[in-house]
Nanobody
Framework: QLQLVESGGGLVQPGGSLRLSCAAS????????MGWYRQAPGKQRELVAR???????NYAYSVKGRFTISGDNTKNTVNLQMNSLKPEDTAVYYC???????????????WGQGTQVTVSP
């Protein structure tokens, strides 16, 4: 069984920065991609940024140029550096691991528990 542990959320003023981290633990053979999604109150969960094991990244248009995703395949970790934060970035941020191969899962997707990011004066 795989577990995703997130850290780094919190309260920050507009224009500030935060760094989110996510680590996958368990007996993991491979992970195709890891990413960050967010869900604001009353809204659907949306992709923020994603990185494949081959290093291909994609970002939501609203965060391009402000957020940077990075990953370490050897450690099964993914980070999200968030700069120039805006109030509209306020949401619960979730880590996701895609197409994970473990001792019991051939191609499963997993979600973290979520971490709150609040951008407010």
């Amino acid at each position: 069984q795989l577990q995703l542990v997130e850290s780094g959320g919190g309260l920050v003023q507009p224009g500030g920065s935060l760094r989110l981290s996510c680590a996958a633990s368990g007996t993991i053979f491979s992970i195709y991609a890891m990413g960050w999604y967010r869900q604001a109150p009353g809204k659907q969960r949306e992709l923020v940024a994603r990185i494949t094991s081959g290093g291909v990244t994609n970002y939501a248009y609203s965060v391009k140029g402000r957020f940077t995703i990075s990953g370490d395949n050897t450690k099964n970790t993914v980070n999200l550096q968030m700069n120039s934060l805006k109030p509209e970035d306020t949401a619960v941020y979730y880590c996701k691991a895609e197409r994970v191969r473990t001792t019991t899962t051939l191609n499963g997707d997993y979600w973290g528990q979520g971490t709150q990011v609040t951008v407010s004066p």
